[in-house]
């Protein structure tokens, strides 16, 4: 899939090609899309019309996830055989805005339509734009690596906004909204891309304009506001210097055309244009991929074939006669360091699960105004229902999560609420932050500590200490356990009525994140640079689809916090007090297997650093033979 041009007299900005700022916004608007809807799906099948019960849920969203990383592979070679990476990312667009407006309809059969359109066009989008951004470098530029680290910072842009804007104006105003937001956002991305160069700083502009607007008006909580300020001043910042370089010109019109031009014309079978048998080929996909995802079971059967079939396939590579030594070697540490890669994300896609859920049931998200004094027990009180009524008693009743949103879409107000003992300490008024916002701190957190990863490697390199590639996924990986180990002590640290300090939550992600700069930048370019150059795209195939068995796996995982809501209309989640327990214990099992993974991983770090055969490598670059380094910041790669 890598087609890289020989241009060399393309107009600049910083020494990057003007094209890179179209696609800078294309995909943030893209991502600003589908983290959108990411940030809203488990609630949504929770607490819309499907009334889903927890396991149902995770497994709904582990199988969807998992598609979504499944498919690029597929979308590529299409591209790369027929369509062309340009129009493959208009086809995608418009796929995922079609599912993220056919989100907003409360039907079964139109949800699980959505979710397989969405899927079938990020198999399009996602990789044939990153090929595009490659091909506007001449072949050898050594700019090409800061081209795709400023191309992810626009994917952690997107990121950020998203749960800001589509999760805060889903949970707030309904969910509908949230995903039209998602359609907006998508369509916008699809426009920047296509339309022609002075429409496309229009979008820039205006698009970010209203958006960075937006974030600042709907907001009233300080720290909230703090934060999307931050954000809003990025995007700000980025659609100005955008407008400035799309003064000097656009995405070129050859960037991203088929290799061959014929190639959709040409007949299948003698009858029907190429171009035309993929579309149609899509159109029949959608219904199987929709029941894939409902009948996740088959999903997870269909990963499991296809990772042994891949599996035997680079053994069988590995270990065949005319494989090398070091060949044979640096197979093994792809081998095994996929599969702890593969462990790590199927810890760290908690956070759109287990995690969001237990962000909302059991973090506590409010600044309260005040909190009930001893003297008002005996007396009653109006108050505006939030989170920090969870678990008291109303009504002779202790309130859960079902009956508070009742509460409020019912009286839209203030209510009277009869001060007990027990209620002593309890907050009043203030702001509770939405739960879906909290999906855009591991984003934020990239966006502020991307770039110190990167200079602290180059520090390191420079004194010949940098970690090798094996000792970076130990510390990924002991990162991510530590994370959840914050969050399982956050959740033995709960009050009584089973609420856990927010600064617990934001340790967690915080670490989460720096585990997530250890280990994702060098997990591609390890692939590019230890596989034999015959099998690579093989190979990568396979990291990919690693990685979509991950996803499967993070939502049987999610499973295991899954609690009851009864059945029926009677259907309830239950108290903090009875869940804080399931999640903590879930959580603290994560940070074990995730600690004990990375011990593994350090034992192992000798042996697989002798492996990849590094000397031969830097020989391989003195005779002008390596593969180029890739991107320095890997930060945001689903």
């Not at 079938?120 to 530029?141: A, D």
């Not at 229009?202 to 009233?220: C, R, S």
């Not at 680079?314 to 090398?324: D, I, N, V, W, Y």
Request: hydrophobic share 50%.
């Amino acid at each position: 899939m890598a087609v890289h041009s020989t241009r060399a007299h393309q107009a600049t900005l910083f020494g990057h090609p003007t094209g890179l700022f179209t696609l800078f916004f294309a995909e943030m608007w893209e991502r600003f899309s589908y983290y959108g809807m990411r940030a809203l799906l488990v609630f949504y099948m929770l607490k819309g019309f499907l009334k889903y019960q927890d396991a149902e849920a995770y497994a709904v969203y582990g199988a969807y996830t998992a598609l979504v990383y499944a498919t690029p592979f597929i979308g590529g070679m299409l591209a790369d055989r027929v369509l062309g990476a340009r129009r493959a990312v208009l086809l995608g667009g418009l796929l995922m805005a079609a599912g993220h407006l056919l989100m907003t309809v409360e039907q079964s059969g139109a949800f699980f339509t959505a979710l397989a359109l969405l899927i079938c066009g990020n198999g399009f989008f996602k990789p044939n734009i990153s090929t595009i951004v490659g091909s506007l470098y001449p072949e050898g530029s050594h700019k090409r690596d800061g081209g795709f680290t400023l191309f992810y910072m626009g994917i952690n842009l997107g990121a950020a906004m998203a749960p800001l804007l589509c999760g805060y104006v889903g949970e707030t105003y309904g969910w509908h909204y949230g995903f039209g937001l998602a359609t907006v956002g998508m369509l916008t991305g699809i426009a920047v891309f296509w339309a022609p160069v002075r429409l496309t700083q229009g979008l820039i502009l205006g698009g970010a304009l209203l958006t960075a607007g937006g974030m600042i008006w709907l907001q009233e909580d300080p720290y909230l506001l703090a934060i999307n300020g931050l954000v809003a001043l990025a995007l700000l910042v980025s659609a100005g210097v955008a407008f400035v370089a799309l003064n000097r010109g656009g995405l070129p019109d050859d960037a991203g055309l088929p290799p061959d031009p014929e190639a959709p014309r040409r007949l299948v079978f003698g009858v029907l244009r190429a171009d035309w048998a993929i579309y149609l080929g899509v159109a029949a996909a959608v219904p199987v991929i929709a029941l894939l995802v409902q009948r996740n079971a088959v999903a997870g059967v269909l990963l499991v074939v296809l990772g042994a079939i891949a599996l035997s396939v680079l053994l069988f590579e590995a270990l065949k006669p005319s494989t090398t030594r070091v060949e044979r070697q640096r197979m093994y540490v792809v081998l095994i360091l996929m599969f702890f890669s593969m462990l790590f994300w199927a810890f760290f896609e908690q956070a759109g699960s287990s995690i969001n859920n237990f962000t909302d049931r059991n973090v506590d998200r409010v600044v309260e105004d005040r909190t009930v004094a001893a003297a008002e027990v005996g007396t009653t009180i109006a108050l505006t229902p939030s989170q920090e009524q969870l678990g008291h008693v109303y009504q002779g009743e202790a309130l859960n999560l079902t009956r508070l949103e009742a509460m409020r879409a019912g009286s839209g107000g203030p209510v009277e609420w009869p001060v007990a003992q027990a209620d002593v300490g309890m907050g009043v008024g203030g702001s509770e932050i939405p739960a879906s916002v909290f999906q855009a701190v591991n984003p934020v957190f990239i966006l502020v500590f991307g770039l110190v990863f990167t200079w602290l490697w180059g520090f390191l390199g420079k004194r010949s200490i940098e970690p090798n590639i094996p000792v970076k996924f130990g510390l990924g990986l002991l990162q991510l356990g530590l994370g959840f180990g914050a969050l399982w002590y956050g959740a033995g640290q709960a009050d009584a009525f089973g609420m856990v300090a927010l600064g617990w939550l934001l340790l967690g992600y915080l670490l989460h994140t720096t585990g997530e700069l250890c280990l994702s930048p060098v997990g591609l370019s390890m692939v590019t640079r230890l596989s034999p150059a015959r099998i690579v795209s093989t190979v990568m195939g396979a990291w990919f689809l690693a990685t979509a068995f991950s996803s499967y796996l993070a939502g049987l995982i999610a499973q295991l916090t899954g609690v009851g809501h009864g059945e029926g209309e009677e259907a309830v989640i239950p108290i903090p007090q009875e869940t804080v327990d399931v999640y903590g214990t879930v959580f603290g099992q994560i940070a074990v297997a995730a600690i004990v993974s990375a011990l593994i991983v350090f034992a192992l770090s000798p042996l697989l650093h002798k492996w990849m055969h590094e000397e031969a490598e830097r020989h391989d670059d003195e005779e002008g033979a390596g593969t180029p380094r890739k991107p320095p910041v890997k930060v945001r790669s689903h």
